[in-house]
């Protein structure tokens, strides 16, 4: 069974950064793709950015672009999300999700596993 834990989550002035993690466990097939999304208050998911271990590519939605880095930490079994230049719009609970797949997409409903998120709050 795979099972996902986020961490790094808190609240930040606009401008600032954050590092979230995703540990994973249980992953039993040789590819898998990562992917961040976050939820904000009356708002549908979102896809941030993926992760695609079978080849290492990554993704990431155009708001975020430029700002927010994916990346992946094998031996640990972590996936990142370092978040810099945050906004006020950048604010939600994170979620990382895991979908055994070549390559990556930011379709919510592709993934079967989820962590039960973080929460993130950009505000001064």
């Known amino acids: 069974q795979v099972h996902l834990v986020e961490s790094g989550g808190g609240l930040v002035q606009p401008g600032g950064s954050l590092r979230l993690s995703c540990a994973g466990s249980?992953?039993?097939?040789?590819?898998?793709?990562i992917g961040w999304f976050r939820q904000a208050p009356g708002k549908e998911r979102e896809g941030v950015s993926c992760f695609s271990s079978s080849d290492g590519s990554t993704y990431y939605t155009n708001s975020v672009k430029g700002r927010f880095t994916i990346s992946r930490d094998k031996d640990k079994s972590t996936v990142y999300l370092q978040m810099n230049s945050l906004k006020p719009e950048d604010t939600g609970v994170y979620y990382c999700?895991?979908?055994?797949?070549?390559?990556?997409?930011?379709?919510?409903?592709?993934?079967?596993?989820w962590g039960q998120g973080t929460p993130v709050t950009v505000s001064s």
């Open positions: 249980g992953f039993t097939l040789p590819y898998y793709a």
């Open positions: 999700a895991a979908e055994p797949i070549l390559g990556c997409g930011l379709t919510a409903s592709g993934y079967p596993y």
